[in-house]
């Protein structure tokens, strides 16, 4: 697929860029999710300090610097995905589902709020709305697909997969936010999904970042073959990267605290307390 004109070419870059930058955003708010867990399970396992995952890690106990960075985005996401979606090509059915996906993100926003300032409100809402906007996005995202070629349906069938896993994760974790393996599963599905919706850019957009690329066929089976393997190139990058960020916190938290494990057996990682302020700032 040639672009021939400005209009296209615009057009093509909104939509490489649709897909470049949420995958991202995934991508990096995952991995800082990453790090603070891993770094608060380190300070557990060798202070005897007990460990508990959190839906948002704030960086702060003054300011919701997460939140805020997570509202930004989403709104100006959100700006973005109107103005386009109003841009003549009668494109904003579609980018309504984009913007539904979008909002139930705010409302968790919103929730994550409530959560840091303790205004009054049901236990778990943070949980609660971030599972919601999980299942929402891969419920909206299988119901993406009709119409397009089976390339197409491939790359976004691989899209939801890990979404949906995430929201059944999270489940999990708001029932045992004591249990570390859990919510790192967690973590590491949001960012096997952001690395795969970027990768997704690629496989449907390829002229847009280079030119002599050629696109990808968009019903030959040889290369639907190749996107499962991709994917699982993908879950190995993540549990690669999530195995660096787990010793770099351990030799941080191993230089802070200057002891190995813990050997008290009162106060695990997996004792249920309240929640604690402290994390990666």
């Known amino acids: ?14 939509t490489f860029l649709g897909h470049f930058l949420p995958g991202m955003a995934f991508i ?26 959190k839906a948002a ?11 805020i960075f997570k509202i930004l985005g989403l709104t100006i996401h959100v700006l973005s995905e109107i103005v386009t979606g109003c841009d ?21 926003a919103g929730m994550d709020l409530i959560h840091f300032y303790k205004v009054p409100s049901p236990l778990d809402l943070d949980y609660l709305s971030a599972i919601l906007a999980l299942f929402i996005e891969g419920f909206l995202f299988s119901q993406h697909l009709h119409g397009r070629s ?56 390829p002229e847009w970042v280079n ?20 994917f699982s190139w993908h879950i190995m990058a993540v549990v690669a990267w999530q195995a660096v960020i787990m010793a770099l916190m351990y030799r941080r938290a191993k230089a802070k605290f200057g002891s190995e494990w813990s050997k008290i057996d009162e ?3 997996y004792s249920r307390v309240p929640d604690q302020p402290d994390e990666l700032a």
Request: with cysteine; aromatic share 14%; glycine share 6%.
């Open 211 to 230: 030119s002599n690329w050629s696109s990808w066929e968009p019903e030959n089976h040889h290369q639907m073959m190749i996107l499962p393997m991709m």
């Open 150 to 205: 089976a390339l197409d349906q491939k790359v976004h069938t691989l899209l939801y997969y890990p979404v949906i896993f995430a929201a059944v994760f999270a489940m999990l974790e708001m029932a045992k936010r004591d249990n570390w393996g859990i919510g790192i599963v967690r973590v590491s599905t949001v960012m096997l999904h952001g690395a795969w919706m970027v990768q997704a850019g690629f496989i449907l957009y």
């Open 267 to 269: 106060v695990t990682q």
């Open 28 to 53: 990096f708010l995952a991995t800082w999710w990453s790090f603070n867990s891993c770094w608060r399970y380190w300070r557990s396992r060798m202070t005897g300090k007990p460990f508990l995952n």
């Open 88 to 108: 003549g090509d009668h494109t904003f059915l579609n980018n309504s589902q984009h913007i539904t996906m979008l909002g139930f993100y705010l409302i968790n």
């Open 1 to 14: 697929m040639r672009v021939n004109t400005r209009e296209q070419e615009q057009t093509i870059m909104g």
């Open 57 to 67: 890690y704030q960086g702060s106990d003054r300011i919701p610097v997460e939140t």
